[in-house]
């Protein structure tokens, strides 16, 4: 039974994302379960409100006040299902903390997704942006999600291929609001091959070998790596990494290797993926701090709010940076989080 809905007007967002941004949705309410989902997304067609689905709100960047209806997805809920052998399926509700989530598994002794400790916001979210690190990517072990189609108002069960998964790209992503994902599955396994190629798993691994590994070992790595590198949302308010690392063919990379021949870049089957941090640090970007906001002094994909700063303050920041890296290396970089209100 769903609990009835607590539609509240004028909350401020400011501790509901990662940057603490300032924002006020013009009603918000959290949902627990889908039949709460049903009634609040029936509601704001009831009353002709837009709808903003909010998870952990750890990838987003508001430049203003949230009109409509503020979704909160907290369904919770994990547990394993179709167990066979050394394999099995991991579910877990959309609000569930990815983290956790991360943690919960490997300690279970299942690996697949123990390179993406760390990363911040929900399970519900992580397919949207196909949320990857340290050579691995949702996609790899993603079996389907159950979400709510807003276009036929039909509940669907979306498998792997479905979601048309690319480099921090989704289904979801191209196609914002349409769907509300409330389920997340994924295949894990306890013979899985443990992803350690990625240079600074290989640095802080050293000389341990495979066979003496476990999942959990390996997401206390990832941890220790990327704790080192950035700043804790809740002290440094700040989304991550805020910029993709850009993809370009191996003649532009040669071509820029030749002029740049420290330049880092990662050699895919048919292009490169550029170290978006090395472009931004050349431009002199790491460290830089106006009044408000500035770029982590340890990471320069990572732009913080150090001092209340807005919306409009990061996103101004955000495009001198891409201006700057454009105009020395002739790169456009485009930005991971999604913004909510004006450009």
Not at 59 to 65: C, E, I
Not at 136 to 165: H, I, P, Y
Request: contains cysteine; glycine residues 10%; proline residues 3%.
């Amino acid at each position: 039974m769903s609990a009835a809905l607590d539609v509240r007007r004028d909350v401020e967002l400011v501790s509901l994302n990662s940057m603490h941004l300032p924002a006020t949705a013009k009603y918000y309410v959290e949902v627990t379960d889908a039949g709460s989902l049903a009634g609040a997304l029936g509601w704001a067609k009831e009353h002709a409100e837009p709808v903003l689905i909010l998870g952990g709100g750890s990838n987003l960047v508001f430049t203003g006040d949230v009109e409509g209806l503020v979704i909160r997805l907290c369904i919770r809920g994990r547990c394993w299902e179709h167990a066979e052998g050394n394999e099995a399926t991991l579910v877990l509700g959309a609000g569930e903390s990815w983290h956790e989530s991360v943690l919960y598994a490997a300690r279970s002794g299942y690996r697949g997704i123990e390179n993406l400790a760390l990363i911040p916001g929900t399970a519900g979210a992580a397919p949207v942006q196909n949320i990857g690190a340290y050579g691995t990517e949702l996609k790899d072990t993603l079996e389907s999600v159950t979400a709510f189609d807003r276009e036929s108002d039909q509940w669907v069960e979306l498998k792997n291929s479905d979601c048309e998964f690319g480099y921090r790209e989704s289904l979801f992503k191209r196609l914002p609001g349409r769907y509300v994902i409330t389920e997340v599955r994924l295949r894990l396994s306890r013979v899985r091959a443990f992803q350690t190629a990625y240079r600074d798993l290989e640095e802080y691994l050293g000389d341990t070998a495979k066979t003496d590994l476990s999942a959990t070992a390996v997401a206390e790595a990832v941890m220790a790596i990327r704790r080192r590198k950035l700043p804790d949302p809740e002290i440094l308010p700040n989304a991550g990494s805020f910029f993709k690392n850009p993809v370009v063919t191996k003649e532009a990379y040669s071509a820029l290797k030749a002029g740049h021949p420290e330049i880092v870049g990662y050699e895919q089957p048919e292009n490169v993926k550029l170290a978006a941090a090395w472009l931004i640090d050349q431009c002199g970007w790491k460290g830089y701090r106006n009044e408000r906001v500035g770029v982590h002094n340890r990471q320069a994909l990572v732009l913080i709010n150090h001092s209340e700063g807005n919306g409009q303050d990061i996103l101004a920041l955000a495009e001198r940076i891409k201006a700057s890296v454009f105009e020395k290396f002739g790169v456009a970089l485009e930005m991971e989080p999604g913004v909510v209100g004006k450009l």
